[in-house]
Antibody, heavy 120, light 110 residues
Framework: QVQLQESGPGLVKPSQTLSLTCTVS??????????WSWIRQHPGKGLEWIGY???????YYNPSLKSRVTISVDTSKNQFSLKLSSVTAADTAVYYC????????????WGQGTLVTVSS | QSALTQPASVSGSPGQSITISCTGT?????????VSWYQQHPGKAPKLMIY???NRPSGVPDRFSGSKSGNTASLTISGLQAEDEADYYC??????????FGGGTKLTVL
């Protein structure tokens, strides 16, 4: 069974870049058939899709975040990463990584989520 | 404001049925059968309940069912149980190859 685990700083200063990594175990990112995804959830709010990446490096981003988001993949480490630049308090959220099954169109396995707080 | 519209809250008594709607456009819900539903309990990651409009993953009770008509998808839970109390989110693939979520619906079991 595939497992995903987010890691990264839990506190980021305003105007800096938020960086998170998702480590995938129990399956290979390079196997194809999945978009490796980032989703966030502001405290007490709903889910917001950030973007996803195919193992080849093709990316798709939420238009509202596109100017600040970069998602990359490291197949040698079976990891994919999120960078969100110029953060503000509005970026404080629980960040989840998940895999999106391309064939059947759903987010299958999710990480447990990691809270990132933007504060000085 | 979320791209897909869901009611903020619904409620029902144990044993009853409820339906949660998810309204989009022809560029998302109406254009693809890649509509999925997720259940989220407080402090937990979302859990897939329905995919491809009406398919249930193994392990999800058959009390959960999904459907779609035009630009609106629906999740129906029959025989409500206390453990069904949670937040529910719909999601759809879009014509821009992106994903969208609904704003979420809080289900209260009275």
């Amino acid at each position: 069974q595939v497992q995903l685990q987010e890691s990264g700083p839990g506190l980021v200063k305003p105007s800096q870049t938020l960086s998170l990594t998702c480590t995938v175990s129990g399956g290979s990112i390079s196997s194809g058939g999945y978009y490796w995804s980032w989703i966030r959830q502001h405290p007490g709010k709903g889910l917001e899709w950030i973007g996803y990446i195919y193992y080849s490096g093709s990316t798709y981003y939420n238009p509202s975040l596109k100017s600040r988001v970069t998602i990359s993949v490291d197949t040698s480490k079976n990891q994919f990463s999120l960078k969100l630049s110029s953060v503000t308090a509005a970026d404080t959220a629980v960040y989840y990584c998940a895999d999106y099954d391309i064939l059947t169109g759903y987010l299958d396995y999710w990480g447990q989520g990691t809270l990132v707080t933007v504060s000085s | 404001q979320s791209a897909l519209t869901q009611p903020a809250s619904v409620s029902g008594s144990p044993g009853q049925s409820i339906t949660i709607s998810c309204t989009g456009t022809s560029s998302d819900v109406g254009g693809y059968n890649y509509v999925s539903w997720y259940q989220q309990h407080p402090g937990k990651a979302p859990k897939l309940m329905i995919y491809e409009v009406s398919n249930r993953p193994s392990g999800v009770p058959d009390r959960f069912s999904g459907s779609k008509s035009g630009n609106t998808a629906s999740l129906t839970i029959s025989g409500l149980q206390a453990e069904d109390e949670a937040d529910y989110y719909c999601s759809s693939y879009t014509s821009s190859s992106t994903l969208e979520f609904g704003g979420g619906t809080k289900l209260t079991v009275l």
